[in-house]
């Protein structure tokens, strides 16, 4: 089936980052490393080949952050997802994870990296890929639902749980273990994809309401908005994407008009689960 996949994009600074440590990738497109992009990405796009879209939120010190986010939204925009999108995506995540320990240990750096938070659409399914805490939602119309899993430790009550899992961290130490997942797409599916400079500021239940209420558009600027109201403390990357399954061509539609109700078929809406 052929699909248009609008997309709507946005990564801002914040109210109290010195620096926007986040990056995407929307259509082959990133954030460049000295650019606050803070103006919205709005195209489309299809799915007659795989199409990747993610969120990456730096981590360690200030510039250590952004340019860990950048090596991952780099390597992202050049990676080749024909053949196996699911070994593809686990592969990503290794030639990332690398790159980054590599850059790290050349600076003498510490302590740097990033989540990653993927979706990748092929013509016939959507595959979710995400490693730490940055979060992916899919939207039915009414309800909103998490459908990534966070990568966290346990830590003490009203505490932000700690990363478990992250790209930069040397095979020395951990062997990373992305979570990945195919499922089906539909005809009107939304789903979002964020970083927790909009999920610490502005509660699901409030960003459900938005996009309930508003176009894709004017839910980006709308939860923006609502983010820097509530404080703004962390940069706030988000990726909203609407599918819209594309019409055949008139004279294909002409051709099946006598189709009869059995060879008509029915695709099910399918959201990936929480777990494998």
Not at 69 to 82: G, K, N, W
Not at 88 to 108: G, K, P, T
Not at 134 to 158: N, P, W
Not at 192 to 218: F, H, W, Y
């Amino acid at each position: 089936m052929r699909y248009e996949i609008q997309y709507f994009c946005i990564s801002h600074q914040g109210n109290r980052r010195p620096n926007n440590q986040d990056n995407f990738i929307c259509n082959n497109l990133f954030k460049p490393i000295d650019n606050t992009f803070a103006e919205p990405l709005i195209g489309k796009t299809n799915n007659d080949m795989p199409r990747l879209f993610g969120v990456f939120d730096g981590l360690g010190g200030e510039a250590c952050g952004e340019i860990a986010s950048y090596i991952a939204a780099e390597t992202a925009s050049q990676f080749d997802l024909s053949g196996d999108i699911h070994s593809r995506l686990y592969d990503f995540c290794i030639v990332a994870n690398d790159r980054i320990c590599q850059y790290s240990e050349e600076n003498a750096v510490g302590t740097m990296g990033t989540t990653a938070a993927m979706l990748a659409f092929s013509p016939d399914d959507i595959y979710l890929c995400n490693i730490g805490d940055t979060k992916i939602f899919s939207f039915s119309g009414k309800s909103l639902e998490q459908i990534s899993v966070d990568h966290v430790v346990t830590s003490a009550y009203g505490m932000k749980p700690p990363l478990s899992q992250d790209l930069g961290i040397p095979p020395t130490e951990m062997i990373i273990d992305p979570y990945i997942v195919k499922g089906r797409y539909n005809d009107g599916d939304i789903y979002l994809i964020c970083s927790d400079g909009l999920t610490d500021m502005v509660d699901v239940g409030e960003i459900q309401r938005v996009l309930r209420k508003n176009k894709p558009a004017q839910a980006l600027d709308a939860l923006l908005e609502k983010a820097l109201q509530s404080g703004g403390k962390d940069n706030i990357t988000m990726i909203i994407l609407k599918l819209k399954r594309r019409k055949a061509p008139f004279w294909k539609r002409k051709a099946y008009a006598g189709a009869s109700e059995e060879d008509s078929t029915t695709e099910e809406i399918m959201i990936p689960e929480g777990t494998e």
